[in-house]
């Protein structure tokens, strides 16, 4: 089993930026597809960004495409999340989470993912 722990939320201003890390243990997340969803109040979660474990190959929801920035380091077990020109419509707990299955594609679908982190805080202020 894997465990996932975020860091790097915070509050912010509006235009700022953050870098969200997830690190893994207990299992290695190198074949495995990881993404990150964020959850604001009184709102499902939702998909924010994807990376294959295939290629590296990257995927964005609409709302933060041409902002945000997934990537990965396998060797370290660990997945990035950089947030720039943050708004107010950012804030939200987000997830960082492994998609279930060994080498499967990709998916947006938060019931496709198995495990997940605590999740961590991000607030932006306008």
């Known amino acids: 089993q894997v465990q996932l722990v975020e860091s790097g939320g915070g509050l912010v201003q509006a235009g700022g930026s953050l870098r969200l890390s997830c690190a893994a243990s207990g299992r290695t997340i190198s074949s495995y597809h990881m993404g990150w969803f964020r959850q604001a109040p009184g709102k499902e979660r939702e998909f924010v960004a994807g990376i294959s474990w295939r290629d590296g190959q990257t995927y964005y929801s609409d709302p933060v495409k041409g902002r945000f920035t997934i990537s990965r380091e396998n060797g370290k077990n660990l997945v990035s999340l950089r947030m720039n020109s943050l708004q107010s419509e950012d804030t939200a707990v987000y997830y960082c989470?492994?998609?279930?299955?060994?080498?499967?594609?990709?998916?947006?679908?938060?019931?496709?993912?198995?495990?997940w982190g605590q999740g961590t805080q991000v607030t932006v202020s306008s």
């Open positions: 989470a492994r998609k279930r299955g060994w080498r499967t594609d990709p998916s947006p679908g938060t019931n496709d993912y198995d495990s």
